[in-house]
């Protein structure tokens, strides 16, 4: 499994700390200029690699989003986390809260779709302590 398959995306982190998230996590998705002078993201666990990099932000893994997830629920007992299905081709991770025109949302890693229902909940209740 690569660590992009362990950690949320780029797209999620970015929107976690939008929605005013703690840029505390292990990992960190950052902007690397290359050799080419080209510029990517690239997932760090040296947080002194995004030291005066503006752009960067937590790449939150699934025991962290967890438990985000937990705080955002309220009681770890009522989370429903995201449920698996295994297919030839591999696993794929949905959750029953996150659906699109009545189809569930499916993710392939679970970080993923941990992420996306914490992005959910966090756009929903404004109550949510970070």
């Not at 505390?24 to 990099?53: C, H, P, Q, V």
């Not at 029953?96 to 392939?108: A, C, Q, R, T, V």
């Not at 779709?113 to 992005?119: D, N």
Request: glycine fraction near 4%; hydrophobic fraction near 40%.
């Amino acid at each position: 499994m690569t660590l992009q398959e362990q950690v949320c995306t780029l797209e999620q982190a970015k929107r976690l700390k939008e929605l005013g998230c703690e840029q505390n996590a292990y990992f960190t998705w950052y902007e690397f200029l290359m050799k080419d002078n080209s510029l990517r993201y690239i997932i760090s666990s040296d947080t002194k690699d995004a030291i005066g990099n503006n752009d960067w932000c937590s790449a939150y893994a699934v025991a962290e989003l967890g438990e985000m997830l937990t705080k955002a629920f309220g009681y770890a007992k009522t989370i429903r986390m995201p449920q698996v299905k295994a297919y030839d081709e591999g696993l794929d991770w949905w959750h029953p809260y996150l659906k699109d025109n009545g189809n569930y949302i499916s993710f392939p890693a679970e970080a993923q779709a941990r992420a996306a229902l914490l992005i959910h909940i966090l756009e929903q209740e404004k109550e949510y302590v970070h």
